[in-house]
């Protein structure tokens, strides 16, 4: 008899056991944090008023051995956390360009704003290699804004037009920004 209630004893220990293992279990299944990696948007710049964000894999564009019709772009967005007026440059960085007919090589910044407007411009890229060059100027952003720009860079296919000085060319070019000196 003793052996019986032993048997007893120990299966309802168990099968309590169990039940509390399978709670918990549960418990952590639905409340446990999910962390998804998402390269699609990451912060590569934070200035000392402002935060920059890139929503690509990567802070600029490049193409090697391009052809004509070729484009790429890349999406980042300039926030303004503070309680004042900021200014800010939109600059190329460890710009290089090796194109023989610069007009095929153009650009395209388009820019959307959380308030107000904030505005883009389009042209031919810079012909010569340079650490930095300004793509845009002295933009101003109110506290609480977010820009949000997407830079389109494209070697034109002209039909008609003999491109094959630029077989082989590359271009490559991150985004950055700097401080913009304005009075407000």
Request: net charge positive.
């Amino acid at each position: 008899m003793k052996n019986g209630k032993f048997i007893i004893i120990t299966s309802i220990f168990g099968i309590i056991s169990i039940i509390v293992l399978l709670i918990g279990i549960t418990y952590a299944y639905y409340n446990a944090p999910i962390n998804t990696y998402t390269p699609a948007s990451y912060e590569l710049q934070t200035t000392s008023e402002l935060k920059v964000t890139y929503t690509a894999d990567t802070s600029g564009v490049s193409c090697n051995k391009c052809t004509p019709g070729w484009s790429d772009y890349v999406k980042f967005s300039v926030y303004n956390p503070k309680g004042t007026k900021a200014a800010y440059n939109v600059v190329w960085a460890n710009f290089t360009n090796n194109f023989t007919r610069q007009s095929d090589l153009t650009y395209t910044l388009t820019c959307t704003s959380t308030s107000g407007t904030c505005n883009g411009i389009s042209g031919q890229l810079p012909s010569t290699s340079s650490s930095v060059r300004n793509i845009i100027s002295n933009i101003t952003i109110s506290p609480g804004v977010k820009h949000t720009y997407t830079l389109t860079v494209k070697y034109e296919n002209l039909s008609g037009t003999n491109q094959s000085a630029d077989k082989g060319k590359t271009f490559s070019g991150k985004i950055s920004i700097t401080a913009a000196n304005v009075s407000y």
